[in-house]
C-alpha cells in the first residue's frame, strides 16, 4: 500500500519561511517523479512544483521555493521563503509514475493528505 505522509506545515508571518516533508512507502521512491500541489478554500488544486530529472516551479514561486529529494530516505522537500498571504493553502504531495511530465492532478498516482500553509500579513 502506497503512503505519502507530509509534514512541516503551520503558521507563519508574511516573509518567513517553512519547509515540507513527504515520505513515502509502499513505492520504488526513485522511479517516480514527485510533485507538491496547493489548494486554497474555494479554488481548485494547483501546480506548485515537480521534481524528476529535472525540476519545474509555477511561476509564483520561482526564486522563493526550492524543491529536493532524498531517494536514501524516500522524501521529498519544499523549501518555501519569503511567504506571502497568498502562499496560504492546504500543500500536498504526490507521485507520478507516468513516462510524461506532468504539472496536472490526473498525472499523478498517489497522493498525501495534505499539510496546511498558513501566512499571516
Known amino acids: 500500500q502506497v503512503q505519502l505522509v507530509e509534514s512541516g506545515g503551520g503558521l507563519v508571518q508574511a516573509g518567513g519561511s517553512l519547509r515540507l516533508s513527504c515520505v513515502a512507502s509502499g513505492l520504488t521512491f526513485s522511479n517516480y517523479a514527485m510533485g507538491w500541489f496547493r489548494q486554497a478554500p474555494g479554488k481548485e488544486r494547483e501546480f506548485v512544483a515537480r521534481i524528476s530529472w529535472n525540476v519545474v516551479y509555477t511561476d509564483s514561486v520561482k526564486g522563493r521555493f526550492t524543491i529536493s529529494r532524498d531517494n536514501a530516505k524516500n522524501t521529498v522537500y519544499l523549501q518555501m521563503n519569503s511567504l506571502k498571504p497568498e502562499d496560504t493553502a492546504g500543500y500536498y504531495c504526490?507521485?507520478?509514475?507516468?513516462?510524461?511530465?506532468?504539472?496536472?492532478?490526473?498525472?499523478?498516482?498517489?497522493w498525501g493528505q495534505g499539510t496546511q500553509v498558513t501566512v499571516s500579513s
Open positions: 504526490a507521485a507520478s509514475g507516468k513516462s510524461y511530465s506532468s504539472t496536472d492532478p490526473p498525472g499523478y498516482d498517489y
